[in-house]
């Protein structure tokens, strides 16, 4: 009987064209309004990394100052120290370590058709595409030799490699930057992440870099960090100065591959401060954390309120819709009223028609849900359209695709519960004598 | 086929009560072509949708094909109405956005019948009605007749051994009635079992038995049916003692 009641629905969308119509736009806006907050707010907070993300660890070291915590009501910094960051480096305490920060250098390209221009890239250790995975594709990352010997060495994003050689293999290639030559070990593939989560600090829907060098080369260079610089007490005067000082400048995360070795991570981390204290640092009480890449997400408020908020004010605009959907479905309905009396006369069970009914409205539901679907896309480009930085989030994927089907189903269907046993109560013997 | 003893149907409100049928007995045996008449508010029609089993009654007995239905729920009701009874209404009541073929589909979907056995009973029924032709024609491409002659055809097509007729010509002129009266009584001389209300005093003499309802009682009854061919036109209706 399925199959004659979908048939029956696919036919009633025809009958009351204008009525079908208002209902099935009804859903088709609710959803596209709801669909499209939903899918921003659902890509900015789900997990970008689910195979690992739990293995991935950003550490925290609280240095703050001993009158205020680095944020209410004492949250650690959410950087370290250059000082602590080598330290950790060479205790190698964990499976795969990484100290990183953003740099800002020109390219100055061989080809003089094509104008130096100054881009964004990322000082960091060899470790960091063993634990972030950006997809190869040409050559590989530089070892850990090359780290200890600050070699001059360079990891392409695609578009770089695109703009600079064209797309070819340009390993053993020279790129120049900020006058200094560098060997391209490796091209990455296309590598766009949702949220870069791996640096929040700087922007957590910011593009991926367009190039790679090694932290100890961009030191070796007094490189600052073109990014989020934090000091709570003022830094000697120089290099070496700033190098000493308790300003916090460096992301640092780890991979743990278990949760003993987390423990293990853990206790390090809590002798290691408290050795540090001793030589009269970290004068706070003892709160390093090592959140993994969810828990991170979270504490650094990834997704803002006023996302929820949007979210929330979609979904009652939803409602507002099904109301809305439930007036005219009652009134669809009780206009088939002689035809839902002659029904019960020629054996229809209450619930037999219950069914159809229900059906039918799933037939509106899913014609709004398709409908809204596109009205979805629509809203996603106009999403990308106002804000660049969400340009990585405001897309649909399937899993937003077939909860954008079930929600719009699930809604007509609740809708035309009411309507369906109303239309279900008709006295047939009133409704057959015409 | 059909029995009531001592029926009742009272409607109430919360200021009154009305007795729509009261103390209503009636015997119809397989194979009779009764026609039931009565001037309107009578509570024939209240009869014809007891009968039916579109509604239910107060008080009494009532069998059908020797099935007590008292105390019977709306499901098993609804399975005896699609198995037992054929309705033929005055307005056809024809779904509008419906081919014939699937007009005549809609009771033996509910039957659950296979989709072959559907389409042999819808082919064999709409071609007895004479309009095998116009299978994928909508009602609105019809005359009245034709309408009710699909009408018919859906009513025969579940093989339902009771067949109930409210005023089956009512919206027919004299031609078109005269058409379609003759399929019933074709219908009834195959071995149907046909209850007809209606106003019309020579269609009812064309029934081989008259009742006659007046306040909700039946007044005028053929107490002891002697089986006949139809009267065509001497229906004259027997007092009851």
């Known amino acids: 009987m399925f199959a004659y009641y979908l048939q029956l629905g696919l036919h009633s969308l025809k009958r009351n064209a204008l009525l079908t119509a208002l209902m099935v736009f009804g859903i088709a806006l609710g959803i596209g309004t709801s669909m499209t907050s939903l899918t921003v707010f659902y890509l900015m907070g789900s997990d970008p990394i689910p195979w690992k993300s739990d293995k991935l660890h950003a550490v925290q070291l609280d240095n703050w100052s001993a009158e205020e915590p680095y944020r209410a009501p004492n949250e650690p910094p959410d950087q370290v120290t250059y000082l602590d960051a080598t330290a950790l480096m060479q205790a190698s305490k964990a499976d795969l370590q990484v100290a990183m920060f953003k740099v800002v250098w020109p390219v100055q390209p061989e080809n003089p058709e094509i104008k130096p221009y100054s881009a964004m890239g990322r000082a960091t250790y060899t470790d960091f595409f063993a634990m972030f995975e950006p997809p190869f594709k040409y050559g590989g990352p530089w070892d850990r030799a090359q780290d200890k010997e600050n070699a001059r060495v360079v990891v392409l994003s695609r578009d770089t490699n695109e703009k600079l050689f064209g797309g070819q293999d340009s390993t053993g290639k020279k790129v120049r930057l900020n006058e200094v030559d560098y060997t391209v070990v490796g091209v990455l593939d296309k590598w766009q992440q949702r949220v870069k989560y791996y640096d929040l600090t700087n922007g957590a829907f910011n593009d991926p870099e367009e190039y790679y060098v090694p932290f100890t080369t961009a030191i070796e260079f007094k490189t600052r960090a073109s990014g989020n610089n934090s000091c709570w007490d003022s830094p000697k005067a120089g290099w070496e100065g700033y190098l000493a000082s308790d300003c916090v400048w460096i992301q640092f995360w780890v991979q743990l591959n278990s949760p003993a070795r987390v423990a293990e991570y853990k206790s390090f981390l809590d002798n290691y401060v408290n050795e540090q204290k001793k030589l009269g640092r970290f004068p706070r009480p003892l709160n390093n954390r090592l959140p993994d890449v969810n828990e991170w997400i979270v504490a650094q408020r990834v997704v803002p309120s006023d996302a929820k908020i949007q979210v929330g004010l979609s979904f009652a605009f939803l409602i507002v819709c099904l109301v809305n959907t439930v007036g005219l479905l009652l009134a669809k309905f009780m206009r088939k009223s002689g035809e839902i009396g002659l029904r019960r006369a020629l054996g229809a069970t209450r619930g037999q028609l219950f069914m159809q009914h229900l059906i039918e409205a799933g037939v509106i539901g899913i014609s709004g849900g398709l409908i809204g679907l596109v009205l979805t896309w629509f809203g996603l480009m106009a999403v990308r359209g106002l804000y660049a930085d969400l340009n990585n989030v405001a897309h649909l994927d399937w899993f937003m695709v077939l909860t954008a089907i079930a929600l719009s189903v699930t809604a007509a269907v609740l809708a035309g519960l009411f309507p369906t046993w109303k239309a279900c109560q008709i006295t047939p013997a009133t409704q057959l004598k015409t | ?241």
């Open chain 2, 1 to 241: 086929m059909l029995k009531m003893n001592h029926l009742s149907k009272v409607y109430r409100t919360h200021l009154i009560e009305t007795h729509a049928l009261r103390d209503f007995s009636i015997h119809v045996r397989e194979g009779e072509f009764v026609a039931v008449t009565g001037p309107s508010g009578s509570g024939k029609t209240t009869f014809l949708n007891i009968a039916g089993l579109l509604e239910e009654f107060s008080g009494g007995e009532f069998w059908i094909d020797g099935v007590d239905v008292r105390g019977m729920n709306d499901d098993q009701r609804s399975r005896l109405r699609n198995e037992k009874i054929g309705f033929i209404f005055q307005g056809f009541n024809l779904i509008p956005d419906l081919n014939l073929f699937d007009n005549v589909d809609v009771p033996l979907r509910y039957r659950g019948f296979d989709a072959a056995e559907r389409k042999r009973r819808i082919e064999e029924n709409l071609t007895r009605v004479g309009l095998a032709s116009r299978m994928k024609h909508y009602p609105a491409e019809l005359s009245g007749g034709q309408q009710q002659r699909v009408a018919i055809a859906r009513a025969l097509a579940g093989s339902p051994r009771l067949r109930l007729a409210d005023e089956p010509t009512g919206n027919l002129d004299s031609l078109m009635a005269r058409g379609v009266m003759e399929l019933l009584e074709e219908i009834n001389r195959q071995g149907t079992t046909i209850i007809m209300v209606t106003h019309d005093p020579e269609l009812a003499a064309r029934a081989q038995r008259n009742v006659h309802v007046i306040d909700g009682q039946v007044t005028d009854f053929e107490s002891e049916p002697q089986l006949r061919a139809p009267a065509h036109g001497s229906g004259a209706t027997t007092a009851v003692a």
